[in-house]
């Protein structure tokens, strides 16, 4: 295995330029894919790399769980155990599940709030809440929901509110919150993933936005709802509460991307440009972090069993 098994906790910086290309070059749901998909590989496979070095690097330490054949010199030769590598990896793989966990635990409750919230109102797919802090989300569960306020309906005029409605019903739609959720998980298995949680929550938006300029037909509408909507709900707490919800994202450049031309949607970019070779960049490093997780793996199985008395 050697040094080859520390490959998956490095390996995920081979991602950082094709977060910064795929939001600027392709379309929206096409960067969205692609980048959850990278995010959820790497995430993999640098948690399997931190069991796996709890386990090498703890085998030799005194009271282990393991069996008495890992003390053995051919099993000591086999196995590149790092004593110190092991007991860092023991608290960081720990922190890893913990951070996960509450995530998703969050994610869960959250959802269950808001649904709870919403138990006494007519089951519509609008949910029109009598408050006057302005703030709009997509509810998605049993019955998916746009959940908005009399305070955000005050400030957009009648085809601004078409817009904003088509904005989160594209949410819904698209199941955007899998999408958030997968590279929040991501982010907490791996902090190197962070610019690609941060470049889905702008592609998600991006992606709405362009469903929502499709279903009202016009791109300047779709720009102005989420400018004004930006701008009277600004520093409303309640919308952050929406943890399945992505935030608003940088609505200068959304909006600016609305007033320009729609973006093109194929599905992948010539070969020779710089998205594309970041793109091919971040699968190199997800082949090597993958072969790399698995022949340890496949190696730490192999010597387990054969030191294993029958």
Known sequence: MGVFVFLPLVLPLSAWPIARLAERHLHPRTATWLLTGVAGVFAVCSTLCLALLMVVGTAQLPGNPLPDGWSDQEVR????????????????????????????????????????????????????????????????????????????????????????????????????????????????ANPVLRPLQTAVVFTAERWADEEAANAVGDRRTVALAIGKSALISQGSPVAALAHFASPAGPVPRRVAALLGPAPTARIWSPVFTKVSLAAWAAAAGITASALSSANSAITLAVILHAATPM
């Open 77 to 188: 030769e086999a196995v590149p155990y790092d004593e110190v590598a092991g007991r860092v990896a023991i608290p960081a793989l720990f922190a890893v599940l913990v951070a996960c966990t509450r995530t998703a635990w969050r994610h869960r409750r959250v959802r269950r709030r808001a649904e709870r919230a919403l138990s006494g109102l007519p089951p519509t797919s609008v949910a029109v809440l009598p408050d006057p802090t302005p703030y709009a989300y997509a509810l998605p569960g049993h019955r998916d929901r746009v959940v908005v306020t009399t305070g955000m309906l005050a400030g957009l005029s009648s085809p601004e509110r078409r817009a904003l409605f088509a904005h989160e019903r594209a949410h819904l739609a698209a199941r955007h919150h899998r999408f958030l959720l997968v590279v929040r998980l991501a982010a907490r």
